[in-house]
């Protein structure tokens, strides 16, 4: 897999993951919004750990910059 999520993106990834994963946790929305919230925290996480988005991929778009 070749990277395509830029610094900037995944700095605003990683910290929309953090504050969807604790407002699930916290914010008593019921079990729906609970879980999905927790879900797209974790996609944010992983996305943003990997450097990788699949949904880029499809797009055929890409964050990182070009050496």
Known sequence: ???NVGNIDRI?????GVI???AAF???WGTAGTVI???VG???LGTS???F???YRLLGMNTCQVK
């Open 26 to 28: 916290t914010a008593g």
């Open 12 to 16: 605003a990834r990683a910290a929309l």
């Open 1 to 3: 897999m070749q990277a």
């Open 37 to 39: 919230a927790a879900v």
């Open 20 to 22: 969807l994963l604790v």
């Open 42 to 44: 974790l996609v944010m």
């Open 49 to 51: 750990a990997m450097r």
């Open 53 to 55: 988005c699949p949904a």
